[in-house]
T-cell receptor, first 115, second 111 residues
Framework: GAGVSQSPRYKVAKRGQDVALRCDPISGHVSLFWYQQALGQGPEFLTYFQNEAQLDKSGLPSDRFFAERPEGSVSTLKIQRTQQEDSAVYLC?????????????FGPGTRLTVL | SQQGEEDPQALSIQEGENATMNCSYKTSINNLQWYRQNSGRGLVHLILIRSNEREKHSGRLRVTLDTSKKSSSLLITASRAADTASYFCATDTNTGNQFYFGTGTSLTVIP
């Protein structure tokens, strides 16, 4: 089906390594969100894109986190110099129209483990 | 930090019974959504209720919203084993672009 896909599904990194997580939203979806979900917790908002514009990055936990969506479709979340506390599932979601007032469609997530 | 909190944290019921879970949030919202998460299907949208609505139904789901108390409830009627999952409320804000999930209620429906 034409849902949201994420890759890789699992990533193991050594502390200090850089990682890049990819999100392919549903074609034509304007809005794209990234979330971080720790074990046993709800997803935590990281950042929001409307087309290629990053309108909100207030949830990024540090300047080691960087996200981009250069052509308004695929997005990449990059984490530099990974730390153990970065271990979590990273979820991507897309929505048909702009804003937060609509149903979001989630990908399966990337489970990041930092050793 | 998360905007919402669900109550109870965990709920276990027999198949056929109703399940009620509650959500409280902190700031003014435009809408509140409920999502379900299980290992098989990931996070799935269930229902959206706007701030000017008080109740909404979708199949076996009934959602209420009380903006004066900043709270919502999700009722699942005639539960099935397949309803076993974690349920999250989620809210936008009318001051920015953030989207906040609650802490979740883990529901177990025993066949």
């Amino acid at each position: 089906g034409a849902g949201v896909s994420q890759s890789p599904r699992y990533k193991v990194a050594k502390r200090g390594q850089d990682v890049a997580l990819r999100c392919d939203p549903i074609s034509g979806h304007v809005s794209l969100f990234w979330y971080q979900q720790a074990l046993g917790q709800g997803p935590e908002f990281l950042t929001y894109f409307q087309n290629e514009a990053q309108l909100d990055k207030s949830g990024l936990p540090s300047d080691r986190f960087f996200a981009e969506r250069p052509e308004g479709s695929v997005s990449t979340l990059k984490i530099q110099r990974t730390q153990q506390e970065d271990s979590a599932v990273y979820l991507c979601a897309s929505s048909l129209v702009a804003g937060q007032q609509n149903e979001q469609f989630f990908g399966p997530g990337t489970r990041l483990t930092v050793l | 930090s998360q905007q919402g909190e669900e109550d109870p944290q965990a709920l276990s019921i027999q198949e056929g019974e109703n399940a009620t879970m509650n959500c409280s949030y902190k700031t003014s919202i435009n809408n509140l959504q409920w999502y379900r998460q299980n290992s098989g299907r990931g996070l799935v949208h269930l229902i959206l209720i706007r701030s000017n609505e008080r109740e909404k139904h979708s199949g076996r789901l009934r959602v209420t919203l009380d903006t004066s108390k900043k709270s919502s409830s999700l009722l699942i009627t005639a539960s099935r084993a397949a309803d076993t999952a974690s349920y999250f409320c989620a809210t936008d804000t009318n001051t920015g672009n953030q989207f906040y999930f609650g802490t979740g209620t883990s529901l177990t429906v025993i066949p």
